[in-house]
């Protein structure tokens, strides 16, 4: 008897052959139920301040309108808080959606972005969404280096990130060490300071500010965001601070509207709440500190962290380590078998965390 012939699937649509080998990005998983702790990522444990609360509010009532595609009133606060002129600003969905521009507007097919690794995940992925190539340059001591990272750079370099602090071990580099690396960088290549933790940096480190640096560098943009130390996490806004050729570019390849209403007037009201957020950064602060000491009295050993979140490597250990502490009610970020990475949480949680890391080191 013949063969009953098969039935041709549906046609669908040809795509790019390369995007089922990428790939995704893992976010910090979400927590079962109220009852787990997620530190997993490195979202503020505080909730929004009242008058942030408020200023949400106000936009309620008007969701069916859409928001000031320019930022006016949130652009203009961040130019005079931060000294820098309101062409030197573009806002975008979260750092990462700045990022993402960023590549778009200086890679593309045959070129090359250079950046350390292990750092922000979404760095090789947006690369290859655009196109370009991944460089990754191997951490020294869990951090940047930067004389490796220098060397990394040939004629097709379009763009370098440094992570500073990073994500994921919460290292910092040094201001003397950054500036010799600007300035090995050629001038036609763009490099971009991620400072998305920038507010937990204690002011007494030699840790220099990316913003005093790119006054004077044409190829030097800063990122930020008001997702960590604000707490905004849900609302994304973020911005970049960049001389007006980067800009401009910037916003030929921004999403038109791409910062919400909510979002803009929300991170306006965060702004005028100096003392309150930095109250909150120094709660997180003390308690980081709190924790690696805690950690480091049993054994384990922790970079000094700059960032919100401290970074165990465990190598093969790393996913029982994460086991441990799901089932204390802790939902924490494993790195394949390189590490895990720890936000930072209430005391109660941090508490826990400490109690669950004593007993499975032991």
């Known amino acids: 008897m013949p063969a009953t012939p098969a039935t041709p699937g549906p046609v669908l649509p040809r795509l790019r052959a390369d995007v089922s080998t990428v790939p995704a990005y893992v976010p910090g998983r979400a927590a079962r139920d109220e009852f787990v702790d997620k530190l997993s990522s490195n979202e503020n444990p505080y909730p929004p301040l009242p008058s942030v609360i408020a200023a949400v509010e106000t936009w ?69 969404a655009a196109g370009a190539t991944s460089v990754q340059v191997p951490l020294r001591d869990e951090t940047h280096d930067l004389d490796a990272l220098a060397d990394a750079v040939t004629d097709r370099t379009r763009l370098v990130f440094v992570c500073n602090p990073n994500n994921p071990t919460g290292t910092a580099v040094r201001r003397a060490e950054l500036e010799r690396f600007l300035d090995r960088v050629p001038a036609d290549v763009l490099i971009v300071i991620d400072e998305a933790y920038r507010e937990f940096v204690d002011a007494a480190e030699d840790i220099p500010d990316g913003i005093d640096l790119y006054r004077d560098r044409p190829n030097v943009a800063v990122l930020r965001t008001f997702s960590k130390a604000y707490g905004l996490a849900a609302l994304r806004v973020g911005y970049a601070v960049a001389h007006p050729h980067v800009t401009a570019a910037l916003r030929a390849c921004s999403v038109p509207l791409g910062v919400s209403g909510p979002a803009q007037a929300a991170a306006l009201a965060s702004l005028r709440a100096t003392e309150e957020l930095r109250e909150r950064v120094a709660d997180l602060v003390a308690e980081r500190d709190r924790v690696s000491a805690g950690l480091r009295a049993e054994g384990y050993e922790v970079p000094a962290s700059h960032a919100n979140f401290v970074w165990l490597r465990l190598g093969s250990r790393t996913s029982y380590f994460a086991d441990a502490c799901e089932a204390a009610g802790l939902m924490v970020r494993p790195f394949g078998d390189e590490g895990v990475r720890i936000t930072i949480g209430s005391p109660d949680a941090n508490d826990r965390l400490l109690k669950t890391a004593a007993h499975w080191n032991h």
Do not use: M
């Open 60 to 128: 309620l009532g008007r969701l069916n309108r859409y928001p000031d595609p320019t930022a006016a009133e949130l652009v203009a606060e961040l130019s005079g808080r931060l000294d820098v002129p309101a062409d030197h600003l573009v806002l975008g969905t979260g750092s990462v959606g700045i990022t993402q521009h960023l590549v778009a507007a200086a890679a593309g097919p045959g070129d090359e972005v250079v950046f350390a690794w292990r750092s922000f995940e979404a760095y090789p992925l947006l690369t290859w």
